[in-house]
């Protein structure tokens, strides 16, 4: 697939110096609402998980956009704009998602840029929801976690990769957004050097320490503005261990743990339709800083519905 200017192709490990002038470039241009510089280092670190999931636009100049499904995003440099790649990237997308079996394709739309709008729609979008950041409000007194008795709560230790990448997949097998993990891209981020299993909390029953029910993930570190930030990555909870607190108690122990290692803003992504968990986060403390609008292009593909 190309556009007459450029080629059109999935990425590989030697585009992520492209991929990043991109976001570069547009961080710089477009002022997305709470996209940061360590978004982009972030992104750019997860690359060799997965290459083929983004593809990219190339020219004699070089990578001049992506189109990267998992991380809800389509970015032209704002200097080869107007020229076709953003649409022939959109086509991309969509066939790529299309043969993962997922349900739609997914983009996060600048509402405030009206050509962004314009463009969703051109090339078959709709829009259908939004990823909201949530942060603790200032002067919080978070209670510390009380898990049930019968629960214990461990580290990754030598817990089998496997067996965690099946924990993640599991209790994210019914979001309103298709998520999951792959052993091969949760393997990436272990490897990273900012990566801290201390910021992993496993909760097994007491007796069965390796049956694994839920989990928590947190990631701290500086912001753009120098201050540490704690950001909680997932909080899962299996659907049958559901109804007992859990999603509570792993909520308390992420904000301790960010809080423990000096973070002064704690922050985390919910979708708008999770009902279930925005109802704990406002509860203790977390009110909508940011909104993220997410549009769609459906596939035909059903997105499974379980009880």
């Known amino acids: 697939m190309s556009t007459p200017d450029a080629v059109i192709r999935p990425a590989r490990l030697d585009d992520a110096a492209g991929i990043r002038q991109v976001m570069e470039a547009s961080l710089e241009l477009d002022a997305l609402p709470g996209f940061t510089r360590r978004d982009i280092d972030r992104a750019v670190a997860r690359l060799p998980a997965d290459p083929a999931g983004v593809i990219v636009a ?3 100049a070089g990578i001049v956009g992506h189109v990267w499904p998992r991380h809800d995003d389509l970015t032209v440099h704002p200097e080869h704009r107007r020229l076709g790649h953003g649409r022939a990237l959109a ?20 509402e405030h840029i009206p050509a962004a709008v314009a463009f969703a729609r051109s090339v078959g979008l709709h829009r259908h929801s939004s990823l909201w950041v949530f942060r603790l409000r200032d002067g919080v007194a978070e209670p510390e976690p009380a898990f049930p008795s019968d629960l214990r709560v ?27 993990w792959t052993t091969a891209a949760v393997e990436t981020v272990h490897a990273l050097p900012d990566f801290d299993p201390a910021g992993v909390l496993l909760v097994s029953p007491r007796n069965e320490p390796e ?49 423990a290692k000096g973070a002064v803003r704690v922050e985390l992504a919910v979708e708008a339709r999770n009902e279930r968990a ?30």
């Open 58 to 60: 190339e020219t004699g």
């Open 91 to 110: 086509e991309a997308g969509y066939e790529l998602v299309r043969a993962q079996g997922l349900p739609w394709l997914q983009l996060y739309v600048p």
């Open 154 to 180: 461990h580290g990754l230790g030598d817990i089998a990769l496997e067996t965690y990448v099946e924990l993640l997949n599991d209790t994210f097998a019914d979001h309103p957004s298709p998520v999951s």
């Open 211 to 259: 049956r694994l029910v839920a989990f928590a993930r947190v990631e701290i570190g500086p912001g753009d503005d120098g201050d540490i930030e704690g950001w909680i990555e997932h909080i899962g909870v299996r659907r049958a261990w559901r109804g007992r607190g859990l999603g509570r108690e792993l909520l308390r122990w992420a904000v301790a743990r960010c809080r």
């Open 278 to 307: 925005l109802g704990i986060y406002r509860r203790d403390g977390f009110e909508p800083v940011i909104e993220w609008p997410h549009w769609i292009r459906e596939t035909g593909i059903p997105y499974p519905v379980l009880d």
